[in-house]
């Protein structure tokens, strides 16, 4: 068990969430970029879990190492320049740890995870005709004949709420609005029949009525399959639209986690806090307001103690000397802060 009565030490605990075998259980990641003038620290120890059927957000400005996280669960980044140091990866309990930080990682890593990006169109081979993209996966990724392939392109392009999606698939991508392009991005991830779905800002480069559509269609689909996903954004408001969990980044490490309603509700850590004011809600303000003075240290240059301590209203000599570990805070919320209480206060 891992609630707060739990006698482990708030380090050794799981991350927030876990169940006895969680879709993922990714411990202590740390990825450094080696270039040859220096060292590029950008991911400094990061562990989620995400159970069957979860939808989790990892939060964070620009810079947190969100992304990076989700290529190295997909075996995106190339090693060297990457170098991946994990303390376990789990999937459905089995042990992939060794597997995460070898050569055919991807190969592994793709049966499971699939991923969608902020800016369809560039993912996109704009010789091909959608159809042709999508059965080419679905031929050569899910061994289908081209008939069969044919057929199961339909039924994504209707899964995706493409209409017509017979003629559509003869279009080419520039045919498409950029709303109607992530819809066939995440109709290409749903071909690899992925386990977990890692959405990487897929909004960001859309309008704000065609983002909540797509987020709308996200949400759907992930529950209907009962898929995992990890959705990584910069917006707590869009986050909190399709996640029940949130992780909060920053300078490469989890600062606070928890359900996000309560961490909507009650922000603990003063960078979530930050995050929430700063957030242009109509509700409440018209523009964004400026909440965190300052911007976030670049990767190799991250202050020693609490990494947010120079943009931090409440810090004291402690924040500059050591590191706040996570501690339970409440039920399934953890926060990294030497000063929690008097933040959520
Ligand atoms: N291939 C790379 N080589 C060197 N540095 C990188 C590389 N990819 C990412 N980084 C650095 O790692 C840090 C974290 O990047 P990223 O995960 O993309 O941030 P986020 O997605 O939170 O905006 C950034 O400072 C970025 O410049
Ligand atoms: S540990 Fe200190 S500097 Fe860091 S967030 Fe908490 S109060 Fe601010
Ligand atoms: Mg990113």
């Not at 990714?26 to 059927?53: C, H, I, K, M, Q």
């Not at 707590?236 to 920053?250: A, W």
């Not at 606070?256 to 242009?280: F, I, K, M, N």
């Not at 991250?302 to 570990?325: K, M, S, V, Y």
């Amino acid at each position: 068990m891992s609630g707060p009565e739990s006698s482990a030490p708030a380090a050794a605990r799981p991350a927030v969430g876990a169940d006895p075998a969680p879709l993922v259980d990714l411990g202590n990641l740390r990825v450094t970029f080696r270039l040859p003038d220096r060292d590029v620290p950008a991911v400094r120890g990061v562990s989620l879990t995400v159970a069957e059927g979860e939808a989790v957000g990892i939060l964070g400005e620009s810079g947190s190492g969100k992304s990076v996280t989700g290529r190295t669960l997909l075996g995106l980044l190339r090693t060297p320049p990457a170098h991946i140091e994990v303390d376990h990866l789990r999937f459905r309990g089995e042990d992939m740890t060794a597997a995460m930080t070898g050569p055919n990682f991807s190969a592994q890593a793709t049966k499971r995870f699939a991923m969608i990006f902020q800016n369809p169109f560039t993912a996109l081979n704009p010789v091909f005709r959608i159809g042709t993209t999508l059965c080419e996966v679905l031929v050569k990724r899910r061994g289908m004949s081209r008939a069969d392939a044919r057929r199961a392109a339909v039924e994504l392009l209707d899964a995706v709420r493409i209409s017509d999606a017979r003629n559509r698939l003869r279009s080419y991508p520039h045919e498409f609005s950029g709303g109607m392009q992530q819809r066939i991005m995440i109709a290409l991830a749903l071909a690899l029949e992925p386990e977990v779905l890692i959405a990487d800002e897929p909004t960001t480069a859309l309008d704000v009525t065609v983002q909540a559509r797509i987020l709308d269609l996200l949400r759907e689909i992930q529950r209907e399959r009962r898929m995992g996903m990890i959705f990584i954004s910069h917006d707590l408001d869009v986050v909190s639209e399709v996640t029940s969990r949130v992780y909060v980044m920053y300078a490469g490490r989890i600062v606070e986690t928890g359900p996000v309603d309560s961490l909507s509700r009650q922000p603990r850590h003063p960078y979530t806090r930050g995050l929430w004011a700063s957030a242009p809600r109509l509700d409440r303000y018209k523009t964004r307001l400026p909440a965190i003075p300052g911007n976030p240290p670049a990767p190799g240059q991250a202050p020693p103690g609490c990494a947010f301590h120079p943009r931090c209203r409440l810090a004291t000599d402690i924040c500059a000397t050591e590191r706040p570990e996570p501690r339970a805070v409440a039920e399934e919320a953890l926060v990294a802060c030497h000063h929690a209480d008097k933040a959520a206060a």
